[in-house]
């Protein structure tokens, strides 16, 4: 499986973005599609999943109520749209597939290039 990640950008504070993260190769609807952030010196952390094959959804509580994680199966594409942005969410964004476990980096298999996302105060 091969992702590629892409939507990042530079926003002031309360703004929006979306990303996008396209899945190619053979996915399961037992295993999740999962985004995952870095900020500068501090380590990669989860943000929110989905398993392909469900509705449920998971969420980092820094996120919760801000950002909203999708898919389109038909298009192998997974979201995260993004409101009302904090400095604090400035990172690289990383879209993941694998798990279960799904909060965790160990839980996925495969990885996106990552996208920068850098809020303005």
């Known amino acids: 499986v091969q992702l590629q990640a892409c939507g990042g950008g530079l926003v002031q504070a309360g703004g929006s973005l979306r990303l996008s993260c396209v899945a190619s190769?053979?996915?399961?609807?037992?295993?999740?599609m999962g985004w995952f952030r870095q900020a500068p010196g501090k380590e990669r952390e989860f943000v929110a999943a989905?398993?392909?094959?469900?509705?449920?959804?998971y969420y980092a509580d820094s996120v919760k109520g801000r950002f909203t994680i999708s898919r389109d199966n038909a298009k192998n594409t997974v979201y995260l749209q993004m409101l009302n942005l904090k400095p604090d969410d400035t990172a690289v964004y990383y879209c993941?597939?694998?798990?279960?476990?799904?909060?965790?980096?160990?839980?996925?298999?495969?990885w996106g290039q990552g996208t920068l996302v850098t809020v303005s105060s």
């Open positions: 190769g053979r996915t399961f609807s037992n295993h999740a």
């Open positions: 989905t398993f392909l094959g469900g509705y449920d959804t």
């Open positions: 993941a597939y694998g798990g279960p476990p799904i909060a965790t980096i160990a839980g996925y298999d495969y």
